[in-house]
Nanobody, 122 residues
Framework: QVQLVESGGGLVQAGDSLRLSCVAS????????MGWFRQAPGKEREFVAA????????NYADSAKGRFTISRDNAKNTVYLQMNSLKPEDTAVYYC???????????????WGQGTQVTVSS
């Protein structure tokens, strides 16, 4: 079992950048594909980005392509989400997740963090 703790959220203006971090503990980090999801008020949780165990393969939602970058540092058991050119519609709670299914297109995740709030003002 793996525990996930996100950090890095906050209140920013449109056009600003933020970097979210998620530290994993309790299990072998490289056993998991990692993902970021988000949930805006009144909306369902949606996929944002995923990265495979080595970091060599990534996948993004259309809304994130060209603006967000997912990466991981296996030595630090940490996955990151660099978010640039933020828009008000990016406002949501962002969740880190881990999956034991090793397919970059997989959307079934087993473990979730508590979430970190990102608010983008116009």
């Amino acid at each position: 079992q793996v525990q996930l703790v996100e950090s890095g959220g906050g209140l920013v203006q449109a056009g600003d950048s933020l970097r979210l971090s998620c530290v994993a503990s309790g299990s072998t980090f490289t056993s998991y594909q990692m993902g970021w999801f988000r949930q805006a008020p009144g909306k369902e949780r949606e996929f944002v980005a995923a990265i495979n165990w080595s970091g060599a393969s990534t996948n993004y939602a259309d809304s994130a392509k060209g603006r967000f970058t997912i990466s991981r540092d296996n030595a630090k058991n940490t996955v990151y989400l660099q978010m640039n050119s933020l828009k008000p519609e990016d406002t949501a709670v962002y969740y880190c997740a881990a999956s034991s299914i090793r397919s970059i297109l997989n959307r079934r995740y087993d473990y979730w963090g508590q979430g970190t709030q990102v608010t983008v003002s116009s």
